[in-house]
């Protein structure tokens, strides 16, 4: 242990911890800006310096490790002086238009200026803007851009990604995409991660709300809008609700309240991907010499895109079955062109997803199998779900319990923990067991792949068969596992892959809050709502009955292999807005 | 008549002249390697700030030229602006009244022309085309990359053996480095800034003169693959001893009764004693390199048996043999190459010197070693006998020092015509004044002077005007020879020789000792690649954190050679190491640029390679 003081208050910490956390021990709190808990202490802001008592020059709290006997001061003249000196410089660089910026009261950079009592800035401002293409799903504006680099961080470290670097050097140093390629050209997956870590409003996804509005606008037109599992999640914690208070039902109200025709669920696709994908594994299980193993899951736009751009030759170890979202898009135009005598052209599908990759997605040309616009008209985060919410008045004391509409509302537990990682794999093992041995397994039979951990592997017997499978969250992690595979060290027969670490819960289309990871918190929240669902099998959902009877027959038939199939190959990695 | 001031220094000159001290170490440190164009921008910027103003092109034109220098880096550069800085600084060059305008603009213009490449990645893709480089400095001035802040702190907290350890992992030498090594880390050391180089080389000696070097390094499991390691310098001992860590078995073949190659048969032992450079061979062998003495390959063992019986071959043979003067007495009795004369000290066999006048012909650290070896063996009077300036000698400056310590004479602008002999002894030397004149090729070259050829009286020379590989034995086996250095690919693979490497001074050309092992631990990697594995060398010791603390300027501290009077009568270790109390002070100086700057954030410790 280290003894020391912070503003003459003794402290205690473990040796090895850092100035600032050391203070946060103490109570007293020093304004970060660049810095982010084990992934980015590069101290390059220079917002979080103190004074050591005995030395002149001052340290920047984040990566220097306490010492016994130190005399740390964080609120002296000297500390006070440069740490807003070094805010204004930053501000000086940044298009400080605050008021149509999206991170607009959630923003660091707001929050330390108006916190060290910024009022003016005594340099002239001027900042970088470079082009971009605003049609791609992730948007960089130049302008906001403060250089703490986590961007880079985020997409070096936990994704392995590289789509982000450093360019140029001493004053004209910013960040840029490698290789200085255009955007769309570039290997980026669309996790999104770089959204969600940065502090201001220099990255930030497409905003389509508008094409919703406009949708929604039309009265010859049906919408129909389907909600991811992990948007429940989250969705109430930029409208003050906690996760207790923040029900599904309450969600399904809200969306109500913006005027969606019908409020489906995606979960109840996240069901039907559960029977064909358990159905797909099988077949590829009973003939093995056919096929490459593992199978990969392939719900994850984020992971199909990292396979597509930086392990081609693996793309025909992913499952063909379609994402829940893109099942969900055939699966509600044919069954309302039969039931309704709607056409596919005139009803307009919304998807509000976790996800920026998911923009990608729904607008894959090779993907649109029953409307020629797109089976899924637009896709939407979680952010851009609240921000409509807002734009249409709705507050969270307007909100009452509801219901999602019938068919396509109906879900299962199985399907509600596909947000977290580990969750699709266990849905599909809790079906998979059925379809086997003929009767359910205890629900909670496969709940060793749960956890926030990032590669997780289990074996199941599966009727005297051993079942080796692995979780892998977060792309870096991914690429371990890949790396172990290519080299024979490990062996699976079905592994599951989330981009995002901790699976969509922590995806980056969910709500922002600066420094903190929310995938663990948020994902009890999805393990919970499972624990309590009356229905905890894909395959006991009856409104997965209604659409084989009613489309498709039976897992893997022409039509299902037709609508819920896919070959990720043949996906160009440019989206289609792009061209 | 006015009274005339007596011309006292004002004040702000001093500090302007303190500034610009301040400038001219701060740009011989090494920054993190900035954008070529926008460093260049900055020159002539600086370069406006100095002119007088009375001229055209450089009072309006280098602000000018500074200004599409910006636009470049603006990124609103056209291909046509490249041309227009090229015009404009020729303008300047060929119009300015005096240098301030016109050396300015010719630098300028050579910028263009060096990083052209540079400019053109600004106009077309807006950002600076310029790779990144290792973000600590003083490891991109170490060519094996090694850890120096890493080891220097663990020097600072005691840990020697770890320090040992530490440098190890890129470079199996520390002991021959710690007393040798050029260190072209010191001349990069971001210290430079505030006052001098940390004495990086004394303090690696100081962790070897107080470590056990009781340890084992990490090994991979035994691959069963064999490697035949042709040289046991410090190319291919360093190739060897990482191949046996990645659990491979090499056998190096060496030709001399010894291991060492230049390190004993080139460098003075007074310099690096022989028994240390034995142990720390030792313990290198001890890892698992199997090791045949007087054996040279081709010769005692073919290279076809080499190519049958092993599943990959490096070639790391040094550069052993001697450059000729070609001037007439060259082969009388009392002329004898720096080669010859190190490699018979190398093996114990010391000439006897007593009472002879000696010249040693060359300017490089070999002809100081020659001089200071030849003090050693008694001669009565030495000179070393260069034609060009003092200044221009390629040895390292304390190297100069010494001799001149030593009692050695420098004879400086003079050059050898002839070795005068009598009954094919050497009598003399003939040679003729020279005059320092236009640079030619980078440097100042030598001119004859006005002056006729004089004869100067020796009764022995020592030829010390560097090495030739011997290549004609490889060129037989296929291998391409260029400019009498044989060839290797940027991965040290010999092109058309399946499975054969090549590195060190036979690949590069006679270089120095930290060359040759960075070379030996590229083939290392390049080998085991070609094997089929990936055995990555790690890290093995942590390194202690950065502590915060002012680093206010402090002298730096020199490791001081034993005097004058009792080291020219032995071969002895002539350096001393650092006391505690200096090696702590200068350990403490180091800036710790991987915790401090950009190595903190990328491109900075390699924790595996």
């Known amino acids: 242990m280290v003894k020391l003081t912070i503003d003459g208050k003794a402290v205690e910490v473990e040796e090895g911890t850092t100035?600032?956390?050391?203070?946060?021990?103490?109570?007293?709190?020093?304004?970060?800006?660049?810095?982010?808990?084990?992934?980015?202490?590069?101290?390059?802001?220079?917002?979080?310096?103190v004074e050591i008592e005995g030395q002149e020059r001052l340290v920047s709290s984040c990566n220097t490790v306490a010492q016994e006997g130190m005399s740390v001061l964080t609120n002296s003249h000297k500390a006070r002086h440069?740490?807003?000196?070094?805010?204004?410089l930053i501000l000086s660089q940044h298009n400080t238009e605050c008021t149509n910026c999206v991170r607009s009261g959630n923003c660091s950079l707001q929050d330390v200026a108006n916190d060290l009592n910024i009022i003016d800035i005594h340099y002239k401002v001027d900042y970088q803007k470079e082009p971009w293409n605003e049609n791609f799903p992730l948007i960089r504006d130049s302008s906001k851009c403060i250089k703490c680099m986590r961007c880079v961080q985020v997409c070096d470290k936990v994704q392995a990604v590289n789509a982000w670097s450093v360019k140029n050097r001493g004053k004209r140093t910013t960040v840029g995409v490698t290789g200085g390629i255009p955007m769309e050209q570039s290997k980026c997956v669309l996790c999104g991660q770089c959204i969600t870590h940065c502090p201001v409003g220099a990255l930030r996804a497409r905003d389509d709300t508008k094409l919703v509005l406009d949708a929604l606008a039309d009265p010859e037109i049906t919408t129909v809008v389907q909600v991811a599992p992990a948007v429940r999640s989250a969705w109430g914690e930029s409208l003050g609700l906690t996760h207790e208070e923040a029900t599904p039902g309450l969600m399904a109200n809200a969306l109500r309240k913006i005027g969606f025709d019908y409020v489906f669920d995606t979960d109840f696709a996240a069901d039907l991907t559960i029977l064909e994908e358990a159905n797909e594994f099988l077949e590829r299980l009973n003939h093995k010499d056919e096929y490459q193993f593992p199978m990969f899951t392939s719900c994850c736009p984020g992971w199909v895109r990292y396979m597509k751009g930086h392990r081609p030759d693996q793309v025909p170890m992913l499952s063909t079955s379609k994402s829940p979202q893109q099942m969900f898009g055939p699966a509600v135009k044919s069954l309302f062109k039969k039931e309704k005598d709607l056409d596919p052209e005139k009803v307009f599908c919304v998807s509000i997803m976790p996800c920026v990759a998911k923009k990608y997605e729904c607008a894959v040309e090779e993907l649109r199998d029953v409307s020629e616009k797109g089976d899924v008209d637009a896709s939407l985060t979680t952010r851009e779900m609240i921000r409509l919410a807002k734009v249409c008045g709705i507050t969270a004391d307007a909100l009452e319990e509801d219901n999602f509409d019938n068919p396509l509302g109906i879900a299962t537990g199985a399907a509600v923990i596909f947000g977290a990682t580990g969750g699709v794999m266990e849905a599909a093992l809790r079906t998979a067991y059925?379809?086997?041995?003929?009767?359910?397994?205890?629900p909670d039979a496969f709940k060793d792949v749960r956890g926030i951990e990032g590669w997780k592997e289990a074996t199941f017997d599966l009727a005297g068969t051993p079942l080796r499978v692995a979780v892998a969250s977060g792309l870096a992690n991914t690429e371990r596992l890949m790396q172990a595979i290519d080299a024979g060290e490990v062996e699976y027969d079905f592994v599951e892959i989330m981009a995002c670490p901790g699976g969509c819960a922590g995806g980056g289309g969910q709500p922002i809050h600066d420094g903190q990871e929310m995938a663990e918190e948020r994902g009890k929240?999805?393990?919970?709502?499972?624990?309590?669902?009356?229905?905890?099998?894909?395959?006991?959902?009856?409104?997965?009955?209604?659409?084989?009877?009613?489309?498709?027959?039976?897992?893997l038939s022409e039509r299902a292999e037709h609508e819920l199939h896919t070959d990720q190959a043949t996906w160009d990695m440019v989206p289609a807005q792009c061209k | 008549m006015p009274l005339l001031a007596v011309a006292r220094p004002s004040g702000d000159q001093l500090t302007v002249d303190e500034i610009r001290s301040t400038l001219t170490r701060r740009f011989e440190a090494s920054a993190y390697p900035p954008c070529p164009v926008d460093f260049a921008s900055g020159y002539v910027g600086m370069c406006a700030a100095q002119s007088c103003g009375k001229c055209t092109p450089c009072r309006v034109g280098l602000p000018k030229l500074q200004a599409l220098l910006e636009r470049v880096l603006d990124g609103t550069a056209k291909e046509r602006t490249i041309t227009e800085i090229e015009e404009l600084a020729e303008d300047i060059y060929l119009s300015a009244d005096c240098a301030i305008g016109y050396d300015a603009a010719s630098t300028a213009w050579r910028a263009v022309q060096g990083f052209r490449e540079d400019f053109e990645a600004h106009v077309h893709t807006g950002q600076c085309g310029a790779s990144a480089f290792t973000a600590i400095p003083c490891m991109r001035g170490c060519p094996a990359r090694v850890d120096i802040p890493g080891y220097i702190a663990l020097v600072a907290e005691g840990r020697y053996q770890d320090a040992i350890r530490l440098i190890r992992k890129d470079n199996p030498f520390p002991l021959a480095c710690g007393l040798i090594c050029e260190h072209p880390c010191e001349p990069e050391c971001r210290r430079n800034m505030i006052d001098d180089a940390v004495n990086i080389r004394s303090i690696k000696r100081f962790a070897v003169d107080h470590s056990d070097n009781d340890y084992t390094p990490?090994?991979?499991?035994?691959?069963?693959?064999?490697?035949?390691?042709?040289?046991?310098g410090p190319a291919g001992m360093s190739a060897a001893y990482f191949l046996a860590l990645m659990g491979h078995a090499p056998t190096v073949f060496e030709q001399r009764e010894s291991l060492g190659g230049m390190m004993r048969y080139g460098i003075p032992a007074y310099r690096l004693p022989r028994e240390r450079l034995q142990d720390e061979m030792d313990f290198l062998v001890k890892q698992g390199i199997e090791v045949k003495l007087n054996t040279s390959v081709p010769g005692d063992v073919s290279f076809d048996e080499l190519r049958e019986n092993y599943d990959a071959i490096y070639v790391a043979i040094g550069a052993h043999t001697d450059k000729k003067l070609g001037i007439d007495g060259e082969n009388a009795e009392g002329v004898m190459s720096a080669v010859q004369i190190l490699r018979a000290i190398g093996d114990g066999h010391h000439p006897d010197f007593t009472g002879k006048r000696v010249a040693v012909i060359g300017g490089g650290n070999v002809a100081m070693d020659c001089a200071r070896s030849a003090v050693r063996l008694g001669a009565d009077h030495v000179s070393i006998v260069y034609r060009r300036r003092i200044d221009d000698m390629t040895c390292q400056r304390e190297e100069i020092d010494g001799a001149i310590a030593e009692g050695c004479e420098l004879m400086e602008l003079v050059a050898p015509l002839a070795i005068m002999t009598e009954n094919d002894q050497v009598t003399g030397l003939q040679v003729q004044k020279q005059m320092i004149s236009k640079v030619d090729r980078g440097r100042p070259a030598p001119v004859k002077a006005n002056t006729e050829p004089e004869v100067l009286p020796f009764d022995v020379v020592l030829v010390a005007i560097g090495q030739d590989i011997e290549v004609d034995p490889f060129e037989g086996l296929g291998m391409h020879i260029n400019r009498g250095m044989l060839v290797g690919d940027e991965f040290a693979r010999v092109q058309g020789l399946e499975g054969v490497f090549v590195g060190g001074d036979c690949e590069s050309g006679p270089a120095t000792v930290i060359k040759a092992i960075a070379a030996g631990k590229a083939a290392a990697r390049n080998i085991d690649d070609y094997l089929g594995f990936h055995h990555p060398i790690k890290q093995e010791v942590d390194v202690p954190t950065a502590a915060p603390g002012d680093k206010l300027p402090c002298g730096r501290s020199n490791a001081i050679e034993r005097p004058v009077h009792d080291r020219v009568d032995d071969f002895d270790l002539m350096e001393q190491g650092l006391s505690v109390e200096e090696a702590m002070q200068e350990a403490s100086r180091c800036l710790r640029c991987d915790h401090f700057g950009y190595g903190a954030f990328r491109e900075g410790r390699q924790e595996e390679w």
């Open chain 1, 434 to 442: 059925f379809a086997v041995v003929g009767e359910n397994p205890d």
């Open chain 1, 82 to 88: 440069a740490r807003k000196t070094n805010v204004e």
């Open chain 1, 525 to 555: 929240v999805l393990y919970g709502l499972d624990k309590v669902a009356d229905l905890r099998f894909s395959h006991e959902n009856p409104s997965i009955d209604m659409i084989y009877k009613e489309i498709y027959g039976e897992p």
């Open chain 1, 19 to 49: 100035i600032l956390d050391a203070a946060a021990k103490a109570g007293i709190m020093i304004p970060t800006l660049c810095y982010f808990k084990d992934l980015n202490d590069i101290g390059a802001c220079r917002v979080c310096v």
């Open chain 2, 218 to 232: 990490f090994h991979y499991e035994p691959t069963g693959k064999k490697v035949a390691v042709i040289g046991g």
